[in-house]
């Protein structure tokens, strides 16, 4: 069984771009949540997606957005980067919304933004 | 308002002994925690986990203890190898779900030969 795979692995991209990240979930998996990490605020969370809507935000400004598709694949944008926006993106993939199921992490996105 | 804090930023362990590593919270709410191991510039690892109507349960050489009193949980590797060197991250969430998990800061392991 694959596991969660997150495109591309690296970017560079320059302040007041835009950019997408993409993530496929584990086959089966409906939940999808987002997760920035940095080395001074570690790992915080940015949102999560279920059956194609957004169930949960985090503390992230509108800049960041995501969605989700019907085959459970979701996207993840940035608009306006700025450079604290430099950080790997990790996507995760859950069986079922509660019910004490573990979530799996994909490899990440490492975002540079210059 | 750190609610998931793992106080130790690193802790260095022979090869066979014991390596306990602890965390602490602050939301009464959180009843779902989560251990995962990581490797730089790879996804954390999920490792083991543990829901509130309990206080142990065990995976092979991991086992993580809560003390819902406390707002205390610890994760107890034995014995420890090598190959356990990585940085673990403590998380917990509300509602039994991983679908928005608060992680604390870490704990870099190094477990000597």
């Known amino acids: 069984k694959a596991g969660v795979t997150q495109t591309p692995r690296y970017l560079i991209k320059t302040r007041g771009q835009q950019v997408t990240l993409s993530c496929s979930p584990i086959?089966?998996?409906?939940?999808v949540s987002w997760y920035q990490q940095t080395p001074g605020q570690g790992l915080q969370f940015l949102f999560e997606?279920?059956?194609?809507?957004?169930?949960n935000k985090g503390n992230f400004p509108g800049r960041f957005s995501g969605r989700q598709f019907s085959n459970s694949r979701s996207e993840m944008n940035v608009s306006t980067l700025e450079l604290g926006d430099s950080a790997l993106y990790l996507c995760?993939?859950?069986?079922?919304?509660?019910?004490?199921?573990?979530?799996?992490f994909g490899q990440g996105t490492r975002l540079t933004v210059v | 308002d750190q609610q998931v804090k793992q106080n130790s930023p690193s802790l260095s362990v022979q090869e066979g002994r014991i390596s306990i590593l602890n965390c602490d919270y602050t939301?009464?709410?959180?009843?779902?925690f989560l251990w995962y191991k990581k490797y730089p510039a790879e996804g954390p690892t999920f490792l083991i986990s543990?829901?509130?109507?309990?206080d142990k349960n065990e995976d092979g050489r991991f086992t993580v203890f809560l003390n819902k009193s406390a707002k205390h949980l610890s994760l107890h590797i034995v014995p420890s190898q090598p190959g356990d060197s990585a940085v673990y991250f403590c998380a917990a969430s509300e509602r039994g779900g991983s679908e928005k998990l608060v992680f604390g800061k870490g704990t870099k392991l190094t477990v000597n030969p």
């Open positions: 995760a993939s859950s069986l079922l919304q509660g019910l004490n199921t573990e979530a799996f």
């Open positions: 997606y279920f059956s194609e809507t957004q169930r």
């Open positions: 086959s089966g998996h409906r939940s």
């Open positions: 939301n009464s709410m959180f009843d779902y």
């Open positions: 543990i829901s509130s109507i309990k």
